[in-house]
């Protein structure tokens, strides 16, 4: 399985977006500041994600969400 997720970060408010096929790894990989991305904006809490059955879905869903209608998508339905 792969898993597309949003985590807002509780320090800067800001919304990330990606894709793993391992979620609970990869949010306690942003949590502990392995990312180098994201390790000065942490802590996160998982906002919302989306199950697939292969990475080529998980990605073009994680594209779509980066877009400027997917991140509109985003703060409709999650703030």
């Known amino acids: 399985m792969f898993y597309v997720y949003v985590i807002k970060s509780l320090k800067n408010n800001r919304n990330y977006i990606g894709q793993t096929n ?26 919302h994600s989306e ?3 292969n990475r080529t879905d998980a990605v073009r869903r994680e594209l779509f969400l980066k877009s400027g209608q997917g991140r509109e998508w985003i703060k409709k339905n999650f703030g």
């Open 22 to 47: 391992n979620l609970k790894k990869r949010i306690e990989e942003r949590n502990s500041g392995q990312s180098k991305y994201t390790s000065l904006t942490r802590p996160f809490k998982l906002i």
């Open 51 to 53: 199950e697939f059955d």
